[in-house]
């Protein structure tokens, strides 16, 4: 079973619209999650993260997430979107104990129409 | 500046030799690791290490080898027993196995 779904690999917005990426994650315990930012032919960057505390979580670029864990989600969100945010975005979770390692999904093509 | 290093940007190999990807880090991280990044599959984990002189197989490392002599460099060697090397390949750091990962910018292999 799929550790981290993001159910959306493209994802077209025009700008100025809000936007919503979807990640929902499997775990039955306790919870790291992260999203992070690809640009075209670079490294990820970190755009925000959930370790604990408050289930809304703000982020750089104007980017927020809200940890649900009934439902076992952590959505990004933008309320506006320009056309640098055109990218990759990949959600990801990780444990607090043991040897788990960071689980990415596959990823969200977010793309800006003008 | 503290960052994650990793070169060449590109690197081009004929079929059956071995390379060598480098990776440094200056944020005095414990923990490093190496992706393999192909369309449409995210990333997958070839190796990891969580202390000098000791590293693990990630999901793929078949094909694959690394060492972890100093605390700041990571390289990875694409073997030629590694059937389709042709890919981007990510470095990336961590305090410890728990916390987030910062990447490197990357290197994209190319294999003929």
């Known amino acids: 079973a799929q550790s981290v779904t993001q159910l959306d690999s493209q994802v077209p917005v025009f700008e100025e619209a809000p936007v919503e990426l979807r990640c929902n994650y499997s775990?039955?315990?306790?919870?790291?999650l992260f999203w992070y930012v690809q640009y075209p032919n670079q490294g990820l960057q970190l755009l925000l993260k959930?370790?604990?505390?408050?289930?809304l979580v703000k982020g750089i670029n104007g980017f927020e997430a809200e940890f649900n864990k009934s439902q076992t989600s952590f959505h990004l969100r933008k309320p506006s979107v320009h056309i640098s945010d055109t990218a990759e975005y990949f959600c990801?979770?990780?444990?607090?104990?043991?040897?788990?390692?960071?689980?990415f999904g596959t990823g969200t093509r977010l793309t800006i129409i003008p | 500046d503290g960052g994650i290093t990793q070169s060449p940007k590109y690197l081009f190999r004929k079929e059956g030799q071995n390379v060598t990807l480098s990776c440094e880090q200056n944020?005095?991280?414990?923990?490093m690791y190496w992706y393999r990044q192909d369309p449409g599959q995210g990333l997958r984990l070839i190796y990891y290490?969580?202390?000098?002189?000791?590293?693990q197989k990630g999901d793929i490392a078949e094909g694959y080898s690394v060492s972890r002599e100093k605390k700041e460099s990571f390289p990875l060697t694409v073997t030629s027993a590694q059937k389709n090397p042709t890919a981007f390949y990510l470095c990336?750091?961590?305090?410890?196995?728990?916390?987030?990962?910062?990447f490197g910018p990357g290197t994209r292999l190319t294999v003929t």
């Open positions: 944020l005095n991280h414990d923990a």
């Open positions: 290490s969580q202390i000098v002189n000791d590293f």
């Open positions: 990336a750091s961590s305090i410890g196995l728990f916390y987030e990962q910062y």
């Open positions: 990801a979770r990780n444990f607090n104990f043991g040897n788990e390692k960071l689980t």
């Open positions: 959930y370790l604990s505390g408050s289930t």
């Open positions: 775990s039955s315990v306790s919870v790291y």
